[in-house]
């Protein structure tokens, strides 16, 4: 499968995290898949008239292009002409180069939330009228417009997080080479239901804290972050935490607080990200699926048990009571 990956109005995030794969051999990881990476800017050799070539060449449709990478939003401004990022060289707008290519593309990728969304980059007064690929914050539309559809038959792929995990590019790169991807595979909001399916909630290791709402106060505190510290675990769409970066890290357990970054409009949540938004001191971001009647009623009746051991190290920062030894079999 012949990939190639274009950046456009982002940091680059995306490409770091994707090297952080967990693999020993990235390109022998790729390769044994049958993905073949005709080109990325940051991990390819070639540059230049080399790369222009290389695009003429998809274009004119001497080399098949299966997947299309697109990481950072895409500007189009000003006035929609999208001159705040031209491809160096060729004269003419990312814009152009993305919408021609995506034309010829079997598959295209929005890798990040940026590219899916629009993300950081649209935030605020959004000068370079940013947007994603087929979506502006949770609206269709986008750059290629929401009626697109690749080759395939399937829209923009949103593997949206920021950065994105390494292992939804790479697993879902896999599964279309072995073409084991279909509509089915993709949530109301088109991001792969491997991993948004699950909720950042899913494995946290402050779970015990939020089973009895006890709550940390400040950053270093190991209690539930959620109703004082602006985590949206509860809301978010990701396995962050089912299979965390590195075998090891993730927001929640560095003790930063989910911002729902695989989420559309997370850039401007209202809010301090770090401040749980309340009304009569009752936290606005509740689980999703949950009415809120009974939440309140559970959380009440969960602070009213919390042992003490939970309660004294939900505000410390280490372990301030280790749980009871008692014995665990049967008479």
């Known amino acids: 499968m012949n990939v190639l990956w274009l950046q456009s109005g982002g940091c680059g995030g995306c490409s770091m995290s994707l ?9 022998g990881h790729l390769r044994d898949a049958g993905i073949h990476m005709l080109w990325h800017p940051s991990l390819s050799l070639a ?26 939003s895409l500007l189009r401004g000003p006035n929609g002409s999208g001159r705040f990022h031209m491809l160096a060289g060729t004269g003419l707008p990312m814009i152009h180069w993305v919408r021609e290519l995506a034309a ?29 690929l087929q979506y502006e914050d949770d609206r269709p ?27 939804w590019v790479i697993d879902t790169l896999m599964a279309l080479a072995a073409n084991a991807f279909s509509a089915d595979d993709l949530d109301p909001l088109a991001r792969p239901r491997f991993y948004a399916d699950q909720l950042v909630h899913h494995g946290c290791t402050r779970n015990e804290y939020y089973e009895f709402k006890a709550s940390a106060e400040k950053p270093s505190d190991l209690g539930c972050m959620m109703e004082h510290m602006g985590c949206k675990g509860t809301q978010v769409h990701a396995d962050c935490n089912i299979r965390p970066w590195n075998g090891e ?22 809010h301090p ?13 509740l689980p999703t699926d949950m009415p ?7 959380a009440s009746l ?30």
Do not use: M
């Open 19 to 27: 090297l952080c794969a967990d693999t020993t051999d990235f390109q």
């Open 47 to 72: 540059s230049g008239e080399d790369v222009l070539e290389l695009l003429q060449s998809v274009l004119d449709d001497r080399t098949r292009l299966d997947a299309l990478c697109v990481e950072g």
């Open 104 to 132: 010829k593309a079997k598959h295209v990728l929005a890798v990040g939330s940026c590219a899916a969304w629009g993300g950081i980059t649209a935030g605020g007064d959004n000068p370079t009228d940013a947007c994603g």
């Open 141 to 167: 539309g986008g750059l290629l417009g929401a009626d697109f559809r690749s080759g395939s038959g399937l829209p923009v792929i949103n593997v949206a997080g920021c950065p994105t995990h390494p292992s």
């Open 249 to 270: 890290g993730s927001c929640t357990r560095g003790g930063y607080a989910c911002i729902a970054c695989t989420e559309p409009g997370f850039q401007e949540p209202g």
């Open 273 to 285: 990200f770090h401040q749980t938004p309340k009304i009569a001191g009752i936290p606005v971001g």
């Open 292 to 298: 809120k009647a009974w939440f309140v009623a559970l």
């Open 302 to 331: 969960s602070k009213s048990a919390t042992p003490k051991r939970v309660k004294h190290n939900a505000v410390a920062d280490h372990l301030v009571e280790k749980p009871a030894i008692r014995r665990t079999r049967l008479k």
